[in-house]
Structure formats: structure tokens, C-alpha cells
């Protein structure tokens, strides 16, 4: 028995201890004299069968779900519950079987099953919450103690809630939380589990100096979720610190099955997005939980995040197929994964060498597939063509082939949102494989366990290698200019969570889908999903936003320069092929389309002639066959790059 089994157990006998302790204290209480003595007879009798029948109560009333160091008021409604199962039943066989069959008197009678009601959620709740009582005085004494940092916690009231219960289960370390900022009028002089609230976002220096004038500086600022809603501006919250010199930082991970919560600073990117799409946790969880996953090209940015998260959800066994050995090394050494208990693993391979994958597919066995290895970058790919379809064409094809060999149940391609009406390489490689992809989940439906393949579509990933987000940062940083191909281009953008949440909630969707294969003929079943991403952002306002983020002013103390769109670029991104029929898959925050496809003949055969263009150099035949396949592809020439617009401080000072 582990000391997790060993301590439930003991928690389990106490609650057993305490409900024939509540009995006889009820009695002794409520009874005396010959009344007494004649329950006590029966006691021996009546005891051993209530107690285990309490036994069942508590199991599905879900006493044992949380610790009792996070004990809280759905535990205590759960003890309730609980406790008036059992009065009710004590009133049913009082008044049913044994007063009239048995004793022709009352055993219990009302008044002593209100009481024994009464004492039973004493000794049940009691004990829970003084254990919780000891543990969070004892973090404040460690607070006290330890070098933990000054902190002011900035949020409303329910996220800095969360925070500090964190700090005080040592989730959140080091932070000694002095005070609560809140852009909430009904926080104002409040106090949340003993930290004053002490005024607005607007109070920060006025709080901070009165912090410096007692002795106690503050040394960091602690923002919550809260704090980076739009109605709360966080755009002066940032500039704020900055100017006071303090460090603005965030949770990463709390909340999210990680064992220790990490502390970030707060980064530009953070304030530029719509609020995030939230995830059904239990969902992702239950689909994920004793699963053997494997991951190609999890050293990236999206396929790292990918295999933090099915740890962090509890897959069984994680294989991490990459071909450049420091990123391997680099995501093997996360500490999320080195602290979790799933068996990590992985392997140097080229999804491009088919037979390697085969053989790494072949001993691992995996239950699903994530699809991440790719060339993404448009304007190498426009250069590098036959690399291009190599990795994304044929390398998908080949980790497709070997996943459903080796009996996956589900695989899930990482493609783009440049992959509808393809302008580009790169847009028309990752169509094609989604084209072989559904050529290939078409080619297996109706059987049984077969594998489900399916396609999510990104937009652009905040913090990826290649974004223009960071991008923007190293130039502002170095002074300028800030560079933007067009003053029109605008771009959907999400964060890797949100990707790699995204790609889950689809990869549990589609093995939902498999059951409805036989009853419907497929026509229910989703290939493509993609993330409900809100309305795309113009480039320009983006690096326009930036700039003054990061305390300077465009077009006078940074300059941004319009440089002309790249080959294969567009202006607009589009999610959805015009043709492509949409389908609802009750998932909030997901889109999906039903597919789209050739037979696997057909692409069979252009796959054969996109092999001879790579071998002999031949890009006009590449072409011609993308065109072929994918009717929508059309070839543009860039646009030539029109005047930048004037900034508005410049207008007003002419």
C-alpha cells in the first residue's frame, strides 16, 4: 500500500470511528438510566450494520475526492448530504420497522435523530477543517519565516482567491502576499482570508510608498487573470510597474495538474490576445488518462506544449519523435515532465526515413498520434520547395501509414490555416496531406476499431519560433524600425496552450466519432477542426500597440517601416474552404468542417508525381499537380508594398 492508499484508508476509519461514536454520544446525551441501558443493549446489534451501511453513504456522497488540507464549502455540502442520508434513514427504520414490529416503542424518536444529525456533521466536518485551520496557520508561520518576497496580489476578488489558498498549500512559493489590488469597486475594503484589499490598480504607487515609508518594500507585483481583462487596462498596469521599477509577474500553471505552480514574468504578448478559450479539463483528462501517446516533433514550440499538456492530464507512456537532437535534449529536460508519472521517453528520427518510423511506431504501439513535425516558414519554404513537400507531404504521409500499421486509434495532423485557398508552399503541402489524411480515414470507416485521422488548423501561434511577436520585441528592443510587409495584413493569433488544448479537445472528439461511423455512414464525422480564434489583428495596430507597450511612442521615437509582401503571402487568412460543409460538435470554442477529398487512387497517383517533380527538380510538374488536387491553389505574385499610413501623433504635429 502507497502512502497515498495509507492515508485515504485512515481517513476512511476515522469517518467509520466517528459514526459509532456519534451514536453513542447521542444516547449518552439524549438517555439516561434504564432508557440508557436498554439502547445500549441493542447497541451490539445495530451498530456494525449502520456503520457499514454509513460506509457506503460517504463513499458516494464523495467524501474521499479532496484532501482535508483544501477542505471547503462543497466538502462540508457533501457531509450534509451524508449526514441526512443517515437521519432519514434512522427515521424510516425507527418509525417503519422497529417501533411497531419490534419494541412497540421508539428507538431513536425525532428529538435524538436531529441530535445524532447534529453531532454526526460535528465530528465529520470538525476534524477537517481544524486540519485545515493548522495547515494554513502553519504556512503563515512559514511565510513568516522563510525569505519569501513581498508581493501585492492585482485582481478581482475570485482569482486572488485561488492564489492565495496556492501560496498557502506551498502550490505558489516564495510569495509573501502583503496587500490586494482590485479594478473591482465592490473589493475596496475588503479583506480576503486576512490580506487587506488596499485599493485600486490606480493606488499602486500611493501603496507602494506607503509600503517603502514602513519598512517593508515591495518587491514584486503578482497579477491573476483578472488583472489582463481589457476592463481593468492592463496596459497602464504595465506601464505602472515599469516605471516603478517593479517585476510584473503571472501564474503559468496553476490549476492545471502540475505538482508545483511557476511564476512568469508578464509578457507583452500576454495583453494582446481576446481572453482565452476555456477548455473542459475533465474531458481532455478522461480522454487522455492511461494513454500512450506519441508526439513528432516535440522538441517545437507547439509539439513541447503538446507534451506538457497529455502529461499533465495523465497519459501512461509519452514517446517524443524528433530529428534535431538539442531539441530533444532541450524538451526531455522540462522539469514538467521529469517530475510527472508518466514514462517519458525518446527517439532521434526524420519522419521524411519511412521505414524508421515504421520501426518506432511498430515497438511503441501507440494509442494516439500527434502529427507536429513540419516546415512551417513561407518564405523558405518558396525557396526550398522540395524540402517542403518531403517533411510535409511524405513525411506525413509516412507517419500516417505507420501509426495506422501499428493500430492507433486516432492521429491528428497539424496543419494551417494557409492551407485553405493555398497561395503558397507551404499552404499547398499541409492541404494535400489533410487531403491524405481524409483519403485515408474514408478508406477505413465502417470498420471496426479502425483509426480515425484528422487535421487541426492553427492560425498563428504567439511565442513560436518564427512568430511576429517576438519578432517585433528584438526590434523595438534594438531601437527600430519595426518591420510589417503590408499595413492591411491581418492574422489570427492564439496561444500554444490554447494550440495544444485545441488539438486534444479534437483528438478526443474524433475517437467520440468513432462509434458513429456504422450508424451514419460517416456523415457526421468531422475531419477538420479549428480553434474559434474572434476577429483577426491587423498587423500594423499590433506593432503599433507594442511600441507603446513597451513605452515609446510610433513613428516618432520608433519608426515602422512597410518592407512589401513576401512570396506566398496574403493579406487575410481564411479557417474554411467555401465548399467545405461546417458541422456542430457542441464543443464551445471549436469550429469543425466535414471533409473534403479524392479517392486514395487518385492521390495515390499524384503522389507518385509529386515524387518525380522532388527527384528531378521539377517545379512547374509540382505545380501542376497541387493545382490538380487542390483546384483553389493559385500562384500570386506579392503585392508591392504601398505607403505606410502616418501615425496619428505625427498628423496632429504638422
Known amino acids: 500500500m502507497n502512502r497515498q492508499d495509507f492515508k485515504k484508508t485512515l481517513i476512511v476509519v476515522h469517518d467509520l470511528v466517528m459514526t459509532g461514536v456519534a451514536v453513542l454520544a447521542t444516547f449518552f446525551v439524549r438517555f439516561e438510566g434504564s432508557l440508557l441501558n436498554e439502547r445500549l443493549v441493542h447497541l451490539p446489534l445495530f451498530l456494525p450494520p449502520f456503520i457499514a451501511f454509513a460506509g457506503v453513504i460517504y463513499w458516494f456522497s464523495q467524501l474521499y475526492r479532496s484532501k482535508w488540507r483544501f477542505a471547503s464549502l462543497p466538502d462540508l455540502f457533501n457531509i450534509f448530504r451524508a449526514s441526512s442520508i443517515l437521519a432519514m434513514t434512522l427515521l424510516v427504520v425507527d418509525y417503519v420497522l422497529v417501533s411497531?414490529?419490534?419494541?412497540?416503542?421508539?428507538?431513536?424518536?425525532?428529538?435524538?435523530?436531529?441530535?445524532?444529525?447534529?453531532?454526526?456533521?460535528?465530528?465529520?466536518?470538525?476534524?477537517?477543517?481544524?486540519?485545515?485551520?493548522?495547515?494554513?496557520?502553519?504556512?503563515?508561520?512559514?511565510?513568516?519565516?522563510?525569505?519569501?518576497?513581498?508581493?501585492?496580489?492585482?485582481?478581482?476578488?475570485?482569482?486572488?482567491?485561488?492564489i492565495l489558498r496556492a501560496i498557502e498549500s506551498g502550490t505558489v512559493k516564495k510569495v509573501h502576499p502583503r496587500g490586494i489590488l482590485s479594478w473591482r469597486a465592490d473589493d475596496l475594503g475588503q479583506s480576503m482570508r486576512g490580506v487587506p484589499v488596499l485599493g485600486s490598480f490606480d493606488d499602486l504607487d500611493q501603496v507602494v510608498q506607503d509600503f517603502q515609508e514602513r519598512g517593508v518594500p515591495?518587491?514584486?507585483?503578482?497579477?491573476?487573470?483578472?488583472?489582463?481583462?481589457?476592463?481593468?487596462?492592463?496596459?497602464?498596469?504595465?506601464?505602472?510597474?515599469?516605471?516603478?521599477?517593479?517585476?510584473?509577474?503571472?501564474?503559468?500553471?496553476?490549476?492545471?495538474?502540475?505538482?508545483?505552480?511557476?511564476?512568469?514574468?508578464?509578457?507583452?504578448?500576454?495583453?494582446?490576445?481576446?481572453?482565452?478559450?476555456?477548455?473542459?479539463?475533465?474531458?481532455?483528462?478522461?480522454?487522455?488518462?492511461?494513454?500512450?501517446?506519441?508526439?513528432?516533433?516535440?522538441?517545437?514550440?507547439?509539439?513541447?506544449?503538446?507534451?506538457?499538456?497529455?502529461?499533465?492530464?495523465?497519459?501512461?507512456?509519452?514517446?517524443?519523435?524528433?530529428?534535431?537532437?538539442?531539441?530533444?535534449?532541450?524538451?526531455?529536460?522540462?522539469?514538467?515532465?521529469?517530475?510527472?508519472?508518466t514514462n517519458v521517453d525518446g527517439v532521434i528520427a526524420d519522419v521524411r526515413d519511412r521505414e524508421r518510423v515504421r520501426e518506432v511506431m511498430g515497438e511503441f504501439r501507440p494509442d494516439v498520434v500527434f502529427h507536429a513535425a513540419a516546415l512551417k516558414h513561407v518564405p523558405y519554404l518558396e525557396k526550398n520547395w522540395t524540402e517542403g513537400i518531403k517533411t510535409n507531404v511524405f513525411g506525413s504521409v509516412n507517419v500516417a501509414d505507420a501509426a495506422v500499421e501499428a493500430g492507433a486509434a486516432t492521429i491528428v495532423m497539424i496543419s494551417t490555416d494557409k492551407a485553405i485557398d493555398p497561395v503558397s508552399m507551404l499552404g499547398a503541402t499541409k492541404r494535400f496531406a489533410e487531403m491524405y489524411g481524409q483519403a485515408l480515414d474514408a478508406e477505413f470507416m465502417g470498420r471496426n476499431?479502425?483509426?480515425?485521422?484528422?487535421?487541426?488548423?492553427?492560425?498563428?501561434?504567439?511565442?513560436?519560433?518564427?512568430?511576429?511577436?517576438?519578432?517585433?520585441?528584438?526590434?523595438?528592443?534594438?531601437?527600430?524600425?519595426?518591420?510589417?510587409?503590408?499595413?492591411?495584413?491581418?492574422?489570427?493569433?492564439?496561444?500554444?496552450?490554447?494550440?495544444?488544448?485545441?488539438?486534444?479537445?479534437?483528438?478526443?472528439?474524433?475517437?467520440?466519432?468513432?462509434?458513429?461511423?456504422?450508424?451514419?455512414?460517416?456523415?457526421?464525422?468531422?475531419?477538420?477542426?479549428?480553434?474559434?480564434?474572434?476577429?483577426?489583428?491587423?498587423?500594423?495596430?499590433?506593432?503599433?500597440?507594442?511600441?507603446?507597450?513597451?513605452?515609446?511612442?510610433?513613428?516618432?521615437?520608433?519608426?515602422?517601416?512597410?518592407?512589401?509582401?513576401?512570396?506566398?503571402?496574403?493579406?487575410?487568412?481564411?479557417?474554411?474552404?467555401?465548399?467545405?460543409?461546417?458541422?456542430?460538435?457542441?464543443?464551445?470554442g471549436v469550429m469543425a468542417a466535414k471533409p473534403i477529398f479524392a479517392d486514395r487512387t487518385r492521390v495515390d497517383q499524384w503522389l507518385k508525381l509529386l515524387a518525380r517533380a522532388v527527384a528531378e527538380g521539377d517545379r512547374a510538374l509540382a505545380e501542376r499537380v497541387f493545382e490538380e488536387a487542390i483546384p483553389e491553389f493559385k500562384r500570386r505574385k506579392p503585392a508591392p508594398p504601398p505607403a505606410a499610413p502616418v501615425p496619428q501623433a505625427r498628423l496632429a504635429s504638422k
Not at 511565442?463 to 519595426?482: H, L, M, N, T, Y
Not at 506593432?543 to 487575410?572: K, N, Q, S, W
Open 100 to 162: 411497531p414490529q419490534l419494541l412497540g416503542t421508539f428507538f431513536f424518536g425525532k428529538i435524538t435523530i436531529a441530535l445524532y444529525w447534529l453531532v454526526q456533521m460535528f465530528l465529520l466536518g470538525g476534524p477537517r477543517l481544524a486540519f485545515r485551520y493548522l495547515k494554513y496557520a502553519r504556512s503563515r508561520q512559514t511565510l513568516q519565516r522563510d525569505s519569501s518576497t513581498p508581493t501585492l496580489l492585482l485582481g478581482r476578488g475570485s482569482d486572488i482567491e485561488v
Open 218 to 341: 515591495i518587491r514584486r507585483l503578482l497579477a491573476t487573470p483578472g488583472a489582463l481583462t481589457p476592463e481593468a487596462n492592463p496596459d497602464r498596469l504595465l506601464a505602472r510597474a515599469r516605471r516603478l521599477g517593479l517585476p510584473l509577474v503571472r501564474v503559468t500553471s496553476l490549476g492545471e495538474g502540475m505538482r508545483d505552480a511557476e511564476l512568469a514574468p508578464l509578457e507583452i504578448e500576454d495583453l494582446l490576445l481576446r481572453p482565452t478559450v476555456q477548455i473542459d479539463r475533465q474531458r481532455l483528462e478522461a480522454f487522455i488518462r492511461g494513454k500512450r501517446i506519441l508526439v513528432t516533433g516535440g522538441g517545437g514550440s507547439i509539439g513541447s506544449e503538446i507534451c506538457t499538456r497529455v502529461v499533465a492530464f495523465g497519459a501512461s507512456d509519452l514517446l517524443i519523435l524528433e530529428s534535431s537532437e538539442p531539441s530533444l535534449h532541450h524538451i526531455l529536460e522540462n522539469p514538467t515532465l521529469l517530475s510527472s508519472d
Open 449 to 588: 476499431g479502425a483509426t480515425r485521422t484528422i487535421a487541426v488548423r492553427f492560425g498563428n501561434v504567439l511565442g513560436s519560433v518564427g512568430s511576429v511577436v517576438p519578432k517585433f520585441k528584438a526590434q523595438i528592443a534594438r531601437g527600430g524600425p519595426v518591420t510589417v510587409t503590408h499595413p492591411d495584413m491581418v492574422r489570427y493569433f492564439m496561444t500554444t496552450r490554447e494550440a495544444a488544448d485545441l488539438v486534444l479537445t479534437s483528438a478526443s472528439h474524433a475517437e467520440e466519432s468513432r462509434s458513429l461511423t456504422e450508424r451514419s455512414n460517416g456523415d457526421e464525422r468531422a475531419s477538420v477542426y479549428v480553434l474559434k480564434m474572434g476577429q483577426p489583428v491587423r498587423i500594423y495596430d499590433l506593432a503599433e500597440r507594442m511600441i507603446r507597450l513597451a513605452g515609446y511612442e510610433p513613428g516618432e521615437d520608433i519608426e515602422i517601416a512597410v518592407t512589401g509582401t513576401r512570396p506566398g503571402e496574403r493579406l487575410h487568412e481564411i479557417l474554411f474552404a467555401r465548399e467545405e460543409p461546417r458541422t456542430e460538435i457542441g464543443i464551445d
